[in-house]
């Protein structure tokens, strides 16, 4: 072959190159977050309680778990105050307008891998949600600026509104200049490692339990959230670094259970004899006595 032939044959090949190119259109943004998981992890936790003072006291002062923040109003009618639990924090809030008074496991905030992005997948694979809901605070100089947005998945959800929910899930993206989010959970996971876990030992909380209606169809929905991450058994997705779901078949759609791991079953009773907190002692398990705290479900169990 000459060169001229040569040289014939590459431009052929780049033509081809073009023309496929072409055809199929650079690979658009949905195309590059297709494969993309729009959850990094469970950030916290809620349980909303008419009374957050003496939820976060025991959990802050009793069991002596890193304070995440501190019981503060960011808005009018609301209370809230978190605690870390090595991979996840914990939050006891209350809402305006929210009517039950009793402590009830509510919801899950998921750090998305970015908002906007992780808003675009979900749309992309059929999820929908509501409006962002940013919390916007003004400073001592009348400067205004964001703190976080939260936004309300709809096939998750029961209500847009946390305050008369049974469940509710939900993306919620901090403002990197109001808190560093992987900052704060490593100084929370190196405070309850240099306390031991505190005096239950705890270590983490190795999965949330959501009771489902319809199990099967609840299953599917969760798996498009999650894909392309597979589940680690039979309806248990392991999400990121933090906690796993795991789902169950329930008369009622909601979160059921707390399951953390401690570093010994035995010295966590005796813990929670002395401080008369035991609930259900079984082989490797125990709860803290649920009539102690509103009737939470919340399991504890070796690591």
């Known amino acids: 072959m000459n060169r001229s032939d040569s040289l014939t044959r590459t431009g052929k090949v780049a033509l081809l190159v073009v023309s496929l190119l072409t055809v199929g259109g650079p690979v658009s943004r949905s195309q590059t977050l297709a494969t993309s998981p729009p959850i990094r992890q469970i950030d916290h936790i809620l349980i909303r309680t008419g009374d957050p003072r003496e939820l976060f006291a025991l959990f802050a002062d009793t069991l002596q778990l890193p304070i995440a923040w501190p019981l503060t109003s960011p808005r009018p009618g609301v209370m809230t105050g ?3 639990f090595g991979n996840v924090n914990v939050e006891a809030i209350q809402f305006p307008g929210q009517t039950d008074p009793r402590p009830r496991l509510l919801g899950l905030a998921f750090e998305p891998s970015a908002l906007e992005e992780s808003l675009l997948e979900l749309t992309r694979r059929g999820l929908t949600s509501e409006a962002p809901r940013p919390l916007v605070a003004t400073g ?6 964001t703190l976080w947005t939260n936004v309300t998945l709809r096939q998750f959800s029961d209500s847009d509104s946390p305050a008369d ?22 100084r929370l996971r190196s405070q309850l490692l240099n306390s031991g876990g505190g005096p239950l030992g705890v270590v983490d909380v190795k999965e949330v339990v959501i009771g489902a209606v319809d199990l099967e169809t609840t299953r599917q929905l969760w798996q498009k959230l999650l894909d392309p991450m597979p589940p680690t058994s ?7 670094s933090g906690p796993a ?7 009622e759609n909601r979160i059921q259970a707390l399951v953390i791991r401690v570093a010994s079953v035995a010295r966590t009773t005796t813990f929670l004899r002395e401080k008369q907190l035991l609930g259900v002692d079984a082989v ?3 709860t803290i006595d649920p009539s ?12």
Do not use: C, M
Not at 140 to 145: A, E, K, L, M, S
């Open 82 to 84: 978190g605690v870390g």
């Open 140 to 145: 001592p100089d009348g400067t205004r600026r």
């Open 165 to 186: 929910a049974t469940i509710h899930i939900f993306l919620s993206e901090y403002s990197p200049t109001y808190v560093n989010v992987d900052e704060r959970r490593a």
């Open 234 to 240: 039979s309806n248990t997705w392991q999400i990121g």
């Open 245 to 251: 779901v795991r789902l169950v078949s329930s008369v």
């Open 284 to 286: 490797g398990q125990v």
């Open 292 to 303: 102690k705290v509103g009737g939470l479900e919340l399991r504890l169990v070796d690591r």
